[in-house]
């Protein structure tokens, strides 16, 4: 990725605002740190902006499976998530046998759903594989999986029955898995005449990167590597050499998404975990267990949570219970961890709560009032734009963190303003005592 005066040497430099930043220095700088996009300013030549985006394109290729609803991998531009942030988080699949009932199993796939901090969590792909051996069996499953699953696919099965099965799903983008140097040559002239991504794989790192080559020679550029480690030692070496040979060395044959393919069962899943935390991006298990999916989720939303920008609930009104004209009116900020734990006390006290959600950038209570983005005049802001103070004459609770804001919200809101609880935990009484 360029640095933004790499970037300043290919703007204008007129400074004329028309992107919307005061500057082009400005402006470069949003695009080294990826806030913005080169096409944001309407006045750089065609030529710099070739130049720029051959030179802004990731050391990792951004790789789609999957059309409508699709899976993006790679895109990766760091290391490390501290540098920058990781960008596309890993996809998990479940394999679908072509000899399995296919319904029954799709169904059960799609029970492997979670909601965790606002977030829903379900499974990314299915992976139909070939175990019957017969092209016409294994394009009927096919079939069949598409009609009930909408979601990105994995074709995985060998070149001798894949084709049939390719030609009817090719529309939807399959991922083919996988190319190795036995079927390189015919693998490649599918993913090619079907414009689907391919999968290569090998033990052998030097083999790997020679596929690599082989099939971009051929006309393929969506390409991803699995390296064909089989334990957690082999998984975070290769995927490090790999990681560390694009991103450092600029070597292209390793510049794209890894994948592992874990089986099932407990070391399955300490094989996923690894790759998720050190650069896979498809993650293909035999059979995946809702208790053994939970922590798997539970830890890609933390390795792709982007460390710059907290992670944050929709500001706006949010009525708990079924409150009146006459409930009490509760506001905080969008810190979702704040959100949930002030959301979860005001149920426990079965009192009906209108919760003014407030848009303090993902930042938590005493922090946001600190940072000047929790004050009497943006509480005023939000409870006016939701329009609860004209569904509800109650009173309006002020987190008891921020009680030295009660006096000038009085005054803002000519309204009863009274000082809650400073702890969450301690809201269920208080509301039970309120009056
Ligand atoms: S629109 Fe382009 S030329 Fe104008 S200030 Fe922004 S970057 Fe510079």
Redesign the pocket.
Known sequence: MPTAIEFFKL?????????G?P??LA?AMLLANQKAKIDD????SQSSKSALEASAAPPIRSVAVGKGKEIRMGGETVLYRHERRFINPVAYAITVSDTCNIPERIAEIKKLSFERVGMIFDIDAVSIKCDSGDADAYAKAVGDAMRIWDRPFVLECDAAVIEKALSAASPRRPLIYHADPGNIDKMTELAKRYSCPLALRSDSMEELADLAEKAKAAGIDDIVLETGASNLKDCIERHTVARRSAIKKKFKPFGYPLMNRVGSGEYAVAMAAMSTMKYGSLVIFDDLKSYEALPLFTLRQNIYTDPQVPIQVKPGLYPIGDPDEHSPIFFTTNFSLTYFTVRADIEKSKVPVWLQIVDTEGLSVLTAYSAGKFSAEHVTKALNDSGVLAKSGGVVVIPGLVARMSSKLNDMLNRKVIVGTTESRDIPKFLRNLK
């Open positions: 703007l204008p430099k007129t400074n004329c605002k028309d992107c930043q500057t082009c402006f300013c309407p006045h750089v």
